[in-house]
């Protein structure tokens, strides 16, 4: 061995390059003024800016909600299709990944579209069912893999031993699929909080999430008002992370 | 009982999740520039397709090659960059490979726009003028990553001595990673490339942020610009559909083929 760990330089230099140095700069632009001096002003303009502060409460919130409903709505979902008495076909799992094929943005317009047609009013209400429909792959696939690789001994074990079905799900199921529950929530709650576009084509331009405050401010060239908004994100992602456990979260590579 | 009300929630799922699609479907065969208008059957959106077409056709082609080029260019190098280093790092140990693997997994746990940020400010930092170039960059470090994870599992279920015994039989590095790794380690570069070309094509933030002011435009910007505006180019309802159809075609066959291969060991 020893020199074949030497081909993991030249990614290490790049990710180095690509991904810390950049993340980095983030820190970097967040506390500079527009002349590169040194300064905290960026980070308290946000909790004075009532605009910026106001869409960070709804992002959050909508996060919130949508990884709740993501899990209610997944999670029976992945159950049926990873037990193999109510599901035999691995094509119905496929289907549930399908949709991701066609390119979000024109996902989401035709949802919306179709709420217009249907007659809903553009708002809270679409925006939560424009994003579950988004987001419930990214909860089912996790959950999905995590019950599609346990070991069933383990219930049948609970309900030899007396344990009625709904006391094998809760003591012993849930426990053991709480590794794909974590990295689902996390697939779907980091994404909505940051997410823009999406939420302007759903509610008509009447709700916007903090994903598009960072890009407006961006895009005006306020580039270190908007490293600072993206450094308030970083730490939330942080937090989010380091709650839900980063070390068996790590995302599972599907493959088609 | 439960089974009947099990499918029943999968199929209620499926088709709330179908909707838009097939919306988008069958709106593809009407002429009507506004979505959600019928104006009789007809396919003259195809043929716009195919043609250049009326409403602006030619930059739609255009957003069109480039968000497949640039798909292409950077799962290509994602694969090859990955594998390779896919390799290093299952031969390292200890605190060097922890801390590549905790670098790995930051441009999967990010959020787009995050990571489209960050770039942004890099490529300022770096006085690094944006277009073509900053792109396939930026998608080759969210890229990359995929092809690492998939390629690992890999690396752990192949017999390790074998490469050695390539090596001693005369082979050079080069000649051993051609013929004996990469032979091995296939199945994982192809759904690692496969993976990559996706998660590329769909892209949107962080394309959005370092494409720079050229006027280059993929299929995501294109229909966000196009939004924006009011009223979506109606060609990319046929489009749409177009991809969604060969997609599932695509992976009908893959599955009906893994099928009848299950089948025939089975029978042997």
Known sequence: ?256 | MRKVLSQAYIWFLLIILYAPIVFIAIFSFTEAKAFGNWTGFSVKLYENLFTGGVNGGAALILAIKNTLLIALISAAVSTILGTVSAIGIFNLKGKKKRTIQFLNNIPMINPDVITGVSLFLLFVFLHFSQGYLTVILAHISFCTPYVVLNVMPRLGQMNPNIYEAALDLGATPWQALRKVLVPQLYPGMLSGFILAFTMSLDDFAVTFFTRGTIGLETLSTYIYADARKGGLTPELRPLMTLIFTIILVLLIIINVRQERSKANKTIR
């Open chain 1, 1 to 256: 061995m020893g020199k074949r760990s030497n081909w993991a330089i030249p990614y290490l230099i790049f990710l180095i390059l690509f991904v810390a140095l950049p993340l980095l700069l983030i820190v970097v632009y967040a506390l500079q003024d527009g002349n590169g001096g040194f300064t905290f002003d960026n980070i308290t303009r946000f909790f004075t800016d009532s605009d910026a502060l106001s869409t960070f409460a709804v992002s959050i919130e909508v996060a919130i909600e949508n990884t709740l409903i993501c899990l209610l709505l997944g999670y029976p979902a992945a159950y049926i299709l990873a037990n193999k008495n109510l599901n035999k076909s691995a094509v119905t799992a496929i289907l549930f990944i399908l949709p991701m094929w066609i390119n979000a943005l024109m996902r989401t317009l035709a949802t919306a579209e179709l709420f217009n047609v249907m007659g809903f009013t553009l708002g809270k209400g679409t925006l939560l069912m424009g994003m579950a429909y988004d987001y419930l792959p990214f909860m089912i696939y996790p959950i999905y893999n995590v019950l599609l690789k346990m070991d069933h001994s383990y219930e049948e074990a609970a309900a030899d031993l007396g344990a009625t079905p709904v006391q094998v799900f809760r003591k012993v199921t849930l426990p053991l699929s709480m590794p794909g529950i974590s990295s689902g929530i996390l697939m779907v709650f980091m994404p909505t909080v940051s997410t823009f576009a999406i939420s302007e084509f759903l509610t008509n331009n009447k709700i916007k999430l903090f994903g598009t405050i960072i890009q407006e401010n961006i895009n005006s060239s306020m580039w270190n008002y908007g490293a600072a908004l993206s450094l308030i994100m970083l730490v939330i992602i942080g937090l989010t992370t380091l709650v839900l456990g980063g070390e068996d979260s790590e995302v599972e590579g599907g493959t088609v």
